[in-house]
């Protein structure tokens, strides 16, 4: 219901909501310990992005929180509403600030639009892996191609 019941207002206030998704009551701790935090996002926050990638590394420092950032990014001319957010970056300006913050938070990024993947930690760490385990195979075959020609 309290989904619901929200309406869009053109800003995106990051900070209030990751206070309250992280700064809670001690006496409640123990029932709300929170893992990961997953941002979903269509642009930049209202906030500078140094001032929230220090609140992030501070809050995230002593625990095993960590903070996650979707971006997708809207084609030019799909919102219909006329609302302007409070702050305005170009889609590559709101990925670098998202990317710092979620490193700063040990989170990944994910950057995404109608067209396809722009970018992925995911997808970044396999193709990497992807990478090491072909090197690996080349080392290996020319080892075995070095003792083959020993005998």
Same mark, same amino acid.
């Not at 992030?56 to 809207?74: K, N, P, R």
């Not at 040990?106 to 193709?127: N, Q």
């Given at each position: 219901?309290?989904?619901?019941? +929200?309406?869009?207002?053109?800003?995106?206030?990051?900070?209030?909501? *990751?206070?309250?998704?992280?700064?809670?009551?001690?006496?409640?701790?123990?029932?709300?310990?929170?893992?990961? +935090?997953? *941002? *979903?996002?269509?642009?930049?926050?209202?906030?500078?992005?140094?001032?929230?990638?220090?609140?992030?590394?501070?809050?995230?420092?002593?625990?095993? *929180?960590?903070?996650?950032?979707? +971006?997708?990014?809207?084609?030019?001319?799909?919102?219909?509403?006329?609302?302007?957010?409070?702050?305005?970056?170009?889609?590559?300006?709101?990925?670098?600030?998202?990317?710092?913050?979620?490193?700063?938070?040990?989170?990944?990024?994910?950057?995404?639009?109608?067209?396809?993947?722009?970018?992925?930690?995911?997808?970044?760490?396999?193709?990497?892996?992807?990478?090491?385990?072909?090197?690996?195979?080349?080392?290996?075959?020319? +080892?075995?191609?070095?003792?083959?020609?020993?005998?």
């Amino acid at each position: 219901r309290w989904v619901l019941s +929200l309406e869009c207002k053109g800003s995106r206030n990051f900070m209030s909501a *990751l206070r309250r998704a992280v700064e809670v009551d001690f006496k409640d701790r123990d029932k709300q310990k929170s893992q990961g +935090l997953y *941002l *979903l996002t269509t642009g930049i926050p209202d906030q500078e992005t140094h001032t929230i990638s220090a609140y992030v590394a501070e809050a995230c420092g002593g625990c095993d *929180l960590q903070l996650h950032v979707c +971006l997708f990014s809207v084609t030019a001319g799909t919102d219909s509403s006329g609302i302007i957010p409070a702050r305005y970056a170009s889609p590559r300006e709101a990925a670098s600030a998202f990317k710092e913050i979620a490193q700063a938070a040990k989170g990944r990024f994910h950057w995404f639009g109608e067209a396809g993947i722009f970018e992925s930690d995911d997808i970044t760490s396999i193709i990497s892996e992807m990478e090491k385990a072909k090197n690996y195979s080349q080392k290996c075959a020319f +080892l075995v191609e070095s003792l083959k020609q020993r005998s």
